[in-house]
Structure formats: structure tokens, C-alpha cells
């Protein structure tokens, strides 16, 4: 099983202030194909998750490009350049090149 | 638009049996591996499994292996999760969502009590 570990698992930030979370795999996430499947989800308060970013580094359609995410083999980190209020939920990171896939422990962003 | 949508709400005794649904349209459902997500009350997400409708190769998590059922009928666009024998343990909120998590059904609040 590949085991996904986050942190932190929490954070408090003041909206217009940066964040960021790290991602590590305990197995590499790059595929023959050249792909890392490597994903980040936000779980707003009630509702289901909704996907960010896909590959590492790709924003999903209609997501705002203060969410980037970086990194590449075992290390990833997805950052929000100025946090706002939207912003508040957990967030995972998950991987699909071993299936089903395996997801982090989850972040918290709190908004202080 | 691609939509997952997922059956209502149950609530079950302990040794009962269970189907749940999620219902894939806005795409070719045969295409994409699509799976079940756990989330037990105030925890995070677990891979239960997923499932290739095309060809109905099916893989699941360890943790799941034999505690759970997923199937899917290509004709009606249509993934199951099913249980033979609920525990109170199984009291969660389930997803379905395509593997690369682009699309997710609004999740079956599954409730086991006595």
C-alpha cells in the first residue's frame, strides 16, 4: 500500500496570506507513462470533495490560480498564494497510481 | 456535464443487507475506473475500491477486501457497493467519484442501528 502522510494537519491563516501544505508518498508517484498521479482535494464544510489539482501541477477547470501545486517523485506541496474565507475545509492529497488509490490524512484550514 | 448521482439515505439494522448506487452520466461510463470513498463521522477519506466498468476488473483496498461488494451494469451507467452483513461500524457517509477524483455523486449517509 502506498501511505500518504500530510502536514501539517492543521492551520490558522489570516485572509491575504499565504499557506502551504506537504504531501509525501511512501512510494514514487511517476508512472512509465511519464505521468505522476498525484491529486489534491478541498472538502468544504458539508459537502463532498472537489478535485483542485490533478498531476501535481494542473488546476482543475474553474479553480482560482491562487492554488498551485508543485513537487514531483515522493514530495508535493499544493499552495495558496492569498488565503480567503472560501478557502476554509480540508484539504487531501491522494494518488492513483496503485489503485483503488490512497488519500492523506487530511489538513485543516481554519481562517484566524 | 459530468454528474454522479448517488441513492438516499439508509438506515439498516446490524446482519442486514445493503445496495447503495451512483448513477455516471455526461460521459463514457464504460471509459473511467469509478470507486467508492468512506468517511466515517469526523474522519477523513478511505479508498473502499474501484472498478473498471468496461471490462468490470475491480480492485480493491485491503482493508475492504471481503467486507464489501462493487459491481456495475454498463447498461444503466450505473456503479453498486454493497454489504451482505452490516456492522454498526459501517455507519458512514459514502462517495462514489471517479479515480482521479475530477467528479463525485452528493454521498449516501448510511446509518446501522439497532
Known amino acids: 500500500d502506498i501511505v500518504m502522510t500530510q502536514t501539517p494537519l492543521s492551520l490558522s491563516v489570516t485572509p491575504g496570506q499565504p499557506a502551504s501544505i506537504s504531501c509525501k508518498s511512501s512510494q514514487s508517484l511517476l508512472h512509465s507513462n511519464g505521468k505522476t498521479y498525484l491529486y489534491w482535494c478541498l472538502q468544504k464544510p458539508g459537502q463532498p470533495p472537489q478535485l483542485l489539482i490533478y498531476e501535481v501541477s494542473n488546476r482543475f477547470s474553474g479553480v482560482p490560480d491562487r492554488f498551485s501545486g508543485s513537487g514531483s517523485g515522493t514530495d508535493f506541496t499544493l499552495k495558496i498564494s492569498r488565503v480567503e474565507a472560501e478557502d476554509v475545509g480540508v484539504y487531501y492529497c491522494m494518488q492513483s497510481i496503485q489503485l483503488p488509490g490512497s488519500f492523506g490524512q487530511g489538513t485543516k484550514l481554519e481562517i484566524k | 456535464e459530468v454528474q454522479l448521482v448517488q441513492s438516499g439515505a439508509e438506515v439498516k439494522k446490524p446482519g442486514e443487507s445493503l445496495k447503495i448506487s451512483c448513477k455516471g452520466s455526461?460521459?463514457?461510463?464504460?471509459?473511467?475506473?469509478i470507486g467508492w470513498v468512506r468517511q466515517m463521522p469526523g474522519k477523513g477519506l478511505e479508498w473502499m475500491g474501484v472498478?473498471?466498468?468496461?471490462?468490470?476488473?475491480?480492485r480493491y483496498s485491503p482493508s475492504f477486501q471481503g467486507q464489501v461488494t462493487i459491481s456495475a451494469d454498463k447498461s444503466l451507467s450505473t456503479a453498486y457497493l454493497q454489504w451482505s452483513s452490516l456492522k454498526a461500524s459501517d455507519t458512514a457517509m459514502y462517495y462514489c467519484a471517479r479515480k482521479e477524483g475530477s467528479s463525485w455523486g452528493q454521498g449516501t449517509l448510511v446509518t446501522v442501528s439497532s
Open positions: 472498478i473498471y466498468p468496461g471490462d468490470s476488473d475491480t
Open positions: 455526461g460521459y463514457s461510463f464504460t471509459s473511467y475506473w
